[in-house]
DNA sequence: TTTTTTATTTGCGCTGGCGCAAAGAAAAAC
DNA sequence: GTTTTTCTTTGCGCCAGCGCAAATAAAAAA
């Protein structure tokens, strides 16, 4: 695969990068393919590099002592992560990306993007309006795992993947189908898979959802809104 | 009060501002006197301006529809908060900030900064890094919620907040006595008053804290980060 | 001082969700 | 095809933590 300074404009943070600072950027970058539950970087890392995925799936994730995963968020193609060194000199990663299908993402020297945003602002601006959306997100989600029900955290996790594709594809049509393992949502939701299992069960047998092997399939996304609104009861 | 330009520099993100940039950043703020328990702002307000603590203590939190209250962090002096605004047009506030005690704060309109940052990009790594510290510190209590026992968190939310306060006032020895009520620290940690009341019954017990009203004193902090660490079992 | 308010403690019962274990089902490897 | 691996389901027992209710204690107000 050969990528063209162009090309990175479908990063957000870049559209408006002018073509120098593009092909600048790829000069000092390499592409990385990583397999299927493998490690683009791991937390405590040196934040030396950050990445541009640029096909395949991936996922952030911080791993606890014990082994268990939990899950911050996934990355899709074009979607900036680990962006932490380029604002903090000797910065470590504060969590890992794992690859949650064949992956291929461009790692650039976190020093060149430093650099730019020194004299080109609208970088600046693009990176922190990702960090503030992040910031958002992961406080939202934090209030829900400290207040919510475990059904309500499900609910809302499938709303949240499904927004997020629909938003990428830019599929005004919502996709009622997801590729996901009961494994994948309990760890976003901070449960278990026996929970997660049972949930979609009951949730089958009231017509909610169709589960079936790594897959969910939405069938009355009004009521699963419901869920995660806790409406209902 | 009166503030004169060089006292921002005390904050961290305006170290290294001129004067004529903090006399133009006085110009265009208030100083907003808040009592204990008022707001400076609600999640969902226009976040029309960012504010610096200058006297007191306050929160950021989240309240849920049914009126349960997460704490995300809390603000001490000289730190910088609500500062979404100045990043995206438009932005609200994605949580509330709360007063925990009589405290003044200087409202500055969003627009300023936003447009110092376009022309001194220090100011903008400043908030950068501000916003990178936050998000590792969100991302870590997340997976905590999500994988230890209450006993543990609270272990933890102690200890991260004698190293804020320690930090601070510049102390080499930590204070080892903390003004917290259980309300507050069940709304860190994601629990409910009794399992906070009951758990620091335990650790008294145990001799390693003594408990008062809306007071933790610390006997035995090696203790204390055993229990964080999840050692001793 | 007394009264009121606010914070904390604790007994008690209950339940949401955990997690083992074992079986079933789908995919992948051979 | 067969075997192996991986994912899912479900019965079962259990317990961490919830939350009511009532008592107690400490502070604040009167």
Redesign the pocket.
């Known amino acids: 695969m050969e990528l063209k300074p162009s090309d990175l404009r479908r990063v957000n943070v870049l559209e408006q990068s002018s073509d120098e600072d593009l092909a600048n950027l790829l000069n000092n970058a390499v592409l990385r393919p990583i397999e299927e539950g493998e490690f683009f970087f791991l937390q405590g890392d040196p934040a030396t590099h950050f990445y541009i995925l640029v096909s395949g799936k991936a996922k952030l994730c911080q791993i606890s002592k014990n082994g268990q995963t939990t899950n911050l968020r996934t990355i899709n193609e074009w979607q900036v992560f680990g962006a932490v060194g380029t604002v903090r000199e000797r910065a470590v990663y504060p969590a890992c990306a794992q690859a949650l299908e064949h992956s291929v993402a461009l790692a650039v020297e976190s020093r060149i993007l430093h650099e730019m945003m020194e004299t080109r602002p609208h970088l600046s601006f693009g990176l922190m309006q990702l960090m503030t959306g992040y910031i958002a997100e992961l406080q939202e989600r934090y209030r829900e795992l400290a207040t919510e ?3 309500q955290r499900i609910a809302r996790a499938i709303l949240r993947l499904v927004r997020q594709i629909g938003q990428q594809s830019g599929d005004a049509a919502s996709p009622l189908e997801l590729n996901l ?3 994948d949502l309990a760890e976003a939701t ?9 949930t ?2 009951e949730w ?1 047998r009231r017509g909610i959802v169709k ?5 969910v399939v939405i069938r009355d996304l009004h009521g699963l809104m419901e869920l995660a609104e806790g409406t209902g009861q």
């Open positions: 029900r475990v059904e393992s009961h494994q901070g449960t278990t898979i026996y929970t997660v299992s049972r979609l069960s089958e589960a079936g092997r790594e897959r």
